[in-house]
Each structure stands twice: as C-alpha cells, then as structure tokens.
C-alpha cells in the first residue's frame, strides 16, 4: 500500500471537516474524488500529503507513520497539485518545471544534466516543451496548470495529488491531462488521486471513485458501483441516469432539469 489513512479526522476551530476517513491508495490506481462543494475533497488532499496537519487517526506512507517523516522526505514521495497556482516572480515555465527537482537536492545543490532530463521529459509528457522559455506569468490559467503538473513529475513521486486538474483546460486538454495520468499509473505504478468535478471524466478515466458528503466517504468502488442515481440524488441533490455513451462505451452521468 503507497498510503493508507485510518479513522481519519480533521477539524478546524474546532469545526469538523473530515469525519472518520479510511481511504487506501495502492500502485497502479487512479482514484477519482468526486462530491458536490464544499464536501472536504480538498482538505483531504492537503491533509493526507501532510500540508495541513493536526488531524488525528492514522496516516501511514509507503507502511511507515507520515508523521514520522520529514518535509523534504515526504515531498520526495508524494507530489501535490493545488487548484490555484500563484507565481509572484518572472520564472520561465522551464525553471518552474525544474523546482520539483529540489526535494532530491541538497541546499544549494545545482541541477545536473540528469536533473534538467527529468525535467524534459516531464514536459514533453505534459506537451509543454514548446512554453519552455515563457514567462510562467505570461501564460494562460491551461498552460500553467500543465506546467505546474510538470513540475510534480519532476518530483518523481510515487503518489501523485491532484485538486481539479482539469479546472482551467478546455476540453481537448482534459482527455489528454487525464489520459496522460491514466497512463502513468497504468504504466509506471504511480498511485494517483485526483479531486474531479466532471462526473463523467471521472468515470472514464479512474479506475476508482471516492464519493465525499459533508466530510465523510459517502462511497467507494468502481465506477458503476459508485455512481447510482440515488448516490447522485442524495449527494449532489440532482436527478440523474447512468448510461453507457453509445459512441465512447464509457459510463456517463445524463442530468435532468
């Protein structure tokens, strides 16, 4: 198991936004968080890579305590992308890329030629080679999320952490992000969650989805046993059907009204 978190809980002001959590990662999976706003997919991210701590429970990381790691150490195995990008200074896209290089450098290490490789070749993953001299801040909300994407490759984590990866791309750069991540789980055993707002895309690509309600796991399984009509009326308070797309064969979510 690359992580496993365990009887979960995470409050704020004394607040609860994660209640009783027990959520395994294994190599190879893609995992879709799905829920309507405001349900904890993104506290959850940013708890279980160890950025907000405090929670009590259990979380363990490649079978050892996450607590038990240090900053650097656990930035060497697990790679997180956030919703929103901020970069406050003129970095070219291919200097972004190249800070995911600086949990495997000691300080003031420069990057080597095996450094600056990996990095290419996240880039040419991420179809982002062609932004290599831009300015990050020049570019637009899709191409800096490819970039930024690019740079947690760099990282060479085991687990991969993704909030709404496909929130500022327009359609043709959502199948290819996603197809890209499905691919290197599928293909290089990397252990991927994704908070996904498009139902559908979550069902195509992840090899499993966790449906969040008011902070608590509301479902998990495969998506046909995840997505059900009453799962969706309950949760995101919509009438819908699940059908097979006749032209793709994949599971989609058809809302009514």
Same mark, same amino acid.
């Given at each position: ?72 150490? !656990?930035? *060497? ?7 929103? &990008? =901020? ?8 200097? /972004? #890329? ?26 040419? !993953?991420? *179809? ?7 300015? &990050? =801040? ?8 490819? /970039? #930024? ?109």
């Amino acid at each position: 198991m690359l992580l496993q978190a365990s009887n979960l809980h995470y409050a704020i002001e004394k607040t609860p936004i994660l209640t009783d959590i027990h959520l395994g990662l294994r190599a190879g999976e893609f995992v879709g968080l799905i829920g309507a706003n405001g349900g904890g997919k993104t506290t959850l991210l940013k708890v279980i890579s160890g950025l907000w701590p405090g929670a009590t429970g259990e979380i363990d990381l490649l079978d050892r305590p996450l607590r038990s790691y240090s900053t650097r150490e !656990i930035a *060497q195995i697990v790679a997180h992308v956030p919703q929103s &990008i =901020h970069v406050d200074f003129a970095f070219s896209a291919r200097e /972004v #890329v190249l800070m995911g290089r600086s949990p495997h450098l000691r300080r003031f290490d420069m990057e080597s030629a095996h450094d600056r490789a990996i990095a290419d070749r996240a880039m040419q !993953i991420t *179809q982002t080679t062609h932004l290599t001299h831009r300015l &990050i =801040h020049t570019l637009s909300g899709g191409e800096q999320q490819r /970039v #930024v994407i690019a740079r947690a490759l760099t990282q060479e984590p085991r687990v991969l952490l993704l909030d709404e990866p496909t929130s500022n791309l327009d359609i043709k750069h959502q199948m290819g992000v996603l197809s890209m991540v499905q691919s290197l789980a599928r293909d290089s055993g990397l252990g991927v969650i994704a908070a996904i707002h498009d139902l559908g895309l979550a069902a195509r690509f992840c090899t499993r989805l966790v449906m969040m309600s008011r902070g608590r796991i509301a479902a998990d399984g495969t998506p046909e046993e995840v997505l059900t009509p009453e799962r969706l009326a309950q949760v995101f308070e919509i009438d819908a059907q699940i059908y097979r797309d006749p032209f793709s064969g994949h599971l989609a979510v058809s809302v009514q009204g």
